[in-house]
C-alpha cells in the first residue's frame, strides 16, 4: 500500500514556474512508474510525464521541453519542474504510482496559470 500526497500547486502568471512534489508514504524502491496527470475543466484526465525505476522519462508532446519529472529515491518523492507555464496548463493535478498491477492516486493539487 502507497498513500501519495501532492503538494506545490497554487496560482501563476503566464511565463512562470512551479515545482509540484509528491510525496510517497512507503519505499519507491517498489514502485514501477511515477506518472503526473492532469485534468482541466470539463476535460479529460491526461497523463503528462512519466518517469520508471530505472528513470527513463516521457512527456506529453504540450510540455515536452517545459516540464521536467524528476525522483529522488531517498526522500521518497517525485517532483515535477513546470517552466514557460501557460494558461492551457491550468488544472487539477494528480501523482500517480503503480507498483506492479496496482495504481495509487493522490489527492490532486491545482494549479492555475493567469494570461
Known amino acids: 500500500q502507497v498513500q501519495l500526497v501532492e503538494s506545490g500547486g497554487g496560482l501563476v502568471q503566464a511565463g512562470g514556474s512551479l515545482r509540484l512534489s509528491c510525496a510517497a508514504s512507503?519505499?519507491?524502491?517498489?514502485?514501477?512508474?511515477m506518472n503526473w496527470y492532469r485534468q482541466a475543466p470539463g476535460k479529460q484526465r491526461e497523463l503528462v510525464a512519466q518517469?520508471?525505476?530505472?528513470?527513463?522519462?516521457a512527456y506529453v508532446d504540450s510540455v515536452r521541453g517545459r516540464f521536467t519529472i524528476s525522483r529522488d529515491n531517498a526522500k521518497n518523492t517525485v517532483y515535477l519542474q513546470m517552466n514557460s507555464l501557460k494558461p492551457e496548463d491550468t488544472a487539477v493535478y494528480y501523482c500517480n504510482a503503480i507498483i506492479t498491477i496496482n495504481s495509487y492516486w493522490g489527492q490532486g493539487t491545482q494549479v492555475t496559470v493567469s494570461s
Open positions: 518517469i520508471s525505476s530505472d528513470s527513463p522519462t
Open positions: 512507503g519505499s519507491m524502491s517498489s514502485i514501477n512508474t
